[in-house]
């Protein structure tokens, strides 16, 4: 699956929702979260909905496990959007996957976003594209961490702090994560000749050696990781 060459790079988002979601499955709710309603809406469809929002996204492209028979009719009558049964075992492989099958031109934009973060405000996103698209590496939304931050460890009986870490220069990630189409390509080439896993895009611009922009991000764009999550998330949302 070709995109078509543009006279100027096109903006590609790509949704990796091949995951089960087992920290957020309890009880009833067994299953993908990237399914689950929130506020009369899947959360993936939330999520794709708000990449559609920004007019400068060519296409956003959502990267399902093989055999997934949900996306297409959840995703159904939205513009601009295709469904890629290419899903790898880790994050990593399905947006690596996708890449290799929709082949973009090298100096095309990719943004990568989490399905499980349905809150993505649309004045974030436009201030991630407009300071990325004047910069060699790209970048990725995140917060600076305002809490005090412990490192644990486990003992007889139970985690224990180990040490309190400085809070200073420290960022939580958040997604969009917005790259060049080649440097992200090379970018996941190092790591797999390396045998590094790196559980986000700017992991693995990281360690083929560039340094992603830190663009400030949203509360309401945290992620939705466990149970109680829902219950914030569809107040926030509906």
């Known amino acids: 699956m070709s ?18 979601g087992l920290r957020a499955s309890r009880g009833s709710h067994a ?10 809406k899947t959360m993936l469809r939330w999520s794709v909905e708000a990449l559609l929002a920004e007019r400068r996204i060519t296409r956003v492209v959502v ?23 290419c899903g790898g075992e880790t994050r990593h492989e399905t947006v690596a996957n996708a890449l290799d099958t929709l082949r973009p031109g090298p100096r095309d934009w990719v943004l990568v ?11 974030a996103l436009a201030r991630l594209i407009d300071t990325c698209l004047q ?18 460890e486990v003992l ?11 809070r200073e220069n420290l960022w939580q990630a958040q997604t969009p994560q917005m790259f060049r189409a080649g ?25 083929a050696g560039h340094r992603p922009l830190l663009v400030p991000g949203a509360m309401a764009n945290a992620k939705v990781t466990w149970p109680d999550d829902f219950a914030w998330m569809e107040r926030w949302l509906g």
């Open 3 to 20: 995109l078509p060459d543009s006279a100027s790079p096109a903006l590609i988002a790509i949704v990796p929702a091949a995951g089960v």
């Open 135 to 152: 910069d060699a590496v790209g970048g990725l939304l995140a917060l600076p961490v305002a809490d005090t931050v412990k490192e644990g």
């Open 113 to 123: 976003h989490d399905a499980a973060r349905p809150g993505l405000p649309a004045e």
């Open 183 to 207: 440097l992200l390509a090379e970018a996941f080439a190092t790591v797999t000749r390396e045998g590094f896993a790196p559980t986000d895009e700017a992991g693995a611009v990281e360690a």
């Open 31 to 40: 299953g993908p979260k990237q399914y689950r309603q929130i506020a009369g």
């Open 63 to 85: 990267a399902v496990a093989p055999g997934d028979g949900l996306a297409d009719a959840v995703l159904s009558g939205l513009p601009r959007t295709a469904v890629l049964a």
């Open 156 to 166: 007889a009986g139970g985690s224990r702090v180990a040490r309190t870490l400085s």
